[in-house]
C-alpha cells in the first residue's frame, strides 16, 4: 500500500501570501493518478487538481498542482478568505486497485 | 449536473450491519465511462476509501475492510449500495459515496453520519 504523507500538518497564513502543500509518496505515483480535494467544516470534499497539475472545473487559477515520482506541491499562489480549509491529496494505484489519501493539511488564517 | 445523495439509518447497533444507499442523478451508472465508491471519515479525522463498484458489478475494497464490505449496484435506480457487517464503535464515521473519473473522485454526496451505538 503506498502511504502518502502531507506536509506542514498545519499552515498558518494570511490572506494574499503564498501557501505552498506538499504531499510525499512511500513510492513513486503515477502523475495521472494524483489529485488534490479542499475540505471545509460540515461539507464534502471538493475535487481541486486532477492528473498532478490539472485544474478541475470551476477552480481559480490561483491553485496550482506540481510534480512527479513520489513529491507533490499544491500551490496557492495569494490566499483568498475563502481558501482557508483543509487540503488532501490522494493516489490511485491500478495494481491491486486502491485509493489512498494523505492525513491532510490544515490551512488556518494567521 | 451530477449529483449524488447517501441514504440511510443513522444508527446502528453493535455487531449489526450498517446499510447505505447512494442514488445518482445527472449520470448514468449504466453508462460505463465511470466508477462508483464508498468514502468514510470519522469526526475531525482524515479519508478513508472503502471500496468501488463498476456497473458490471465488479468490486474493489480497500484490504483493511475487505472482509466486512460488500458494494452493489442497481442499475434500474440508479443507485449503489453499501453494506458493512460486524460494525463496531470504530466505524462511527461519515460516509460519502462518490462518483470516480480517471482515478479522482469528482462529484460527491453531502454525506450521511452513520454511529454506532447501542
Known amino acids: 500500500e503506498i502511504v502518502l504523507t502531507q506536509s506542514p500538518g498545519t499552515l498558518s497564513l494570511s490572506p494574499g501570501e503564498r501557501a505552498t502543500l506538499s504531499c510525499r509518496a512511500s513510492q513513486s505515483v503515477s502523475s495521472s493518478y494524483l489529485a488534490w480535494y479542499q475540505q471545509k467544516p460540515g461539507q464534502a470534499p471538493r475535487l481541486l487538481i486532477y492528473?498532478?497539475?490539472s485544474r478541475a472545473t470551476g477552480i481559480p487559477d490561483r491553485f496550482s498542482g506540481s510534480g512527479s515520482g513520489t513529491d507533490f506541491t499544491l500551490t496557492i499562489s495569494r490566499l483568498e478568505p475563502e481558501d482557508f480549509a483543509v487540503y488532501y491529496c490522494?493516489?490511485?494505484?491500478?495494481?491491486?486497485?486502491?485509493?489512498?489519501f494523505g492525513q491532510g493539511t490544515k490551512l488556518e488564517i494567521k | 449536473q451530477v449529483q449524488l445523495q447517501e441514504s440511510g439509518p443513522g444508527l446502528v447497533r453493535p455487531s449489526q450491519t450498517l446499510s447505505l444507499t447512494c442514488t445518482v442523478s445527472g449520470d448514468s451508472i449504466s453508462s460505463g465511462t465511470c466508477y462508483w465508491s464508498w468514502i468514510r471519515q470519522p469526526a475531525g479525522m482524515g479519508l478513508e476509501w472503502i471500496g468501488r463498484i463498476y456497473t458490471s458489478g465488479s468490486t474493489n475494497y480497500n484490504p483493511s475492510l475487505k472482509s466486512r464490505v460488500t458494494i452493489s449496484v442497481d442499475t434500474s435506480k440508479n443507485q449503489f449500495s453499501l453494506k458493512l457487517s460486524s460494525v463496531t464503535a470504530a466505524d462511527t464515521a461519515v460516509y460519502y459515496c462518490?462518483?470516480?473519473?480517471?482515478?479522482?473522485?469528482?462529484?460527491w454526496g453531502q454525506g450521511t453520519l452513520v454511529t454506532v451505538s447501542s
Open positions: 490522494q493516489q490511485h494505484g491500478s495494481s491491486p486497485p486502491e485509493y489512498t
Open positions: 462518490a462518483r470516480v473519473y480517471g482515478g479522482r473522485n469528482d462529484y
Open positions: 492528473g498532478a497539475s
